[in-house]
């Protein structure tokens, strides 16, 4: 997924620094995370744990949530809709499973209509394809 994307924020929030925040986002790094939000809370019970205390406290807490949680993978998606005869459905058809492509909705009448879903990395490529056949329009959807 690539985890050294080109925005990320700690926070130590009146802790030491570097002892929250980096130790909780190296635990993300080590996990290969993008679009994450992790939060620990620590309540001072009146021990002083020192800086080294500190970041394992964090770290620790981070770690185990991280070992704990759900991962859900997601793509990031460009959605595109394509216009063309049915007659030329085989070729349509064709570019859609060679390149994995998945069909939102589709009407087919005298002209069919397909709304898909392209990975936003390969919508250059899959824009070509479908502008090589030459018998169909196709345009992106803003959402």
Not at 26 to 52: A, E, N, P, W
Not at 66 to 87: G, M, P, R
Not at 89 to 117: A, G, H, P, T, Y
């Amino acid at each position: 997924m690539g985890v050294a994307d080109k925005s990320y924020r700690v926070n130590d929030d009146g802790e030491p620094n570097n002892s929250a925040g980096n130790p909780i986002y190296g635990q993300i790094l080590s996990k290969d995370l993008t679009y994450v939000l992790v939060v620990v809370v620590r309540y001072f019970g009146g021990t002083k744990l020192g800086v080294g205390g500190l970041i394992n406290a964090y770290k620790t807490t981070a770690k185990l949530i991280l070992d704990e949680a759900v991962i859900v993978e997601k793509t990031v998606n460009i959605s595109f809709q394509l216009t063309f005869e049915y007659v030329d459905i085989d070729k349509v058809m064709r570019i859609i499973k060679e390149n994995d492509l998945e069909i939102l909705e589709q009407k087919m009448n005298l002209d069919c209509s397909f709304l898909i879903s392209a990975r936003k990395k390969n919508a250059a490529k899959i824009v070509q394809l479908f502008n090589d056949l030459r018998c169909l329009k196709i345009r992106e959807i803003k959402h």
